[in-house]
Nanobody, 116 residues
């Protein structure tokens, strides 16, 4: 499975961005998706997750009410709608796919920068 993120960029505080993660390859065995982020000098943290079947979603407390994760199974694509962005949201955002085998695949990351 290959994952390619897109949609990052520079935005002012209070603005919005929509990230996409397109999967290719053996996408039929993706069990769940996730978005993670890593700021300079910090560890990679969970942002949100969603299951392929049922679309059950979970969020980090820091993004609840501002971010929405979704997926389009027909397009093998996952999204992260980010609203009311804050400078603290600045990070490289990574897409993650968890396969039914338990294997994990990561995308290359996309930079999100929020200016104050």
């Amino acid at each position: 499975v290959q994952l390619v993120e897109s949609g990052g960029g520079l935005v002012q505080a209070g603005g919005s961005l929509r990230l996409s993660c397109a999967a290719s390859g053996s996408t039929f065995i993706i069990n769940a998706w996730g978005w993670y982020r890593q700021a300079p000098g910090k560890q990679r943290d969970l942002v949100a997750t969603i299951t392929t079947r049922g679309g059950s979603a979970a969020y980090a407390d820091s993004v609840k009410g501002r971010f929405t994760i979704s997926r389009d199974n027909a397009r093998n694509t996952m999204y992260l709608q980010m609203n009311s962005l804050k400078p603290d949201d600045t990070a490289v955002y990574y897409c993650k796919a968890v396969l039914t085998t338990g294997w994990i695949h990561w995308g290359q990351g996309t930079q999100v920068t929020v200016s104050s």
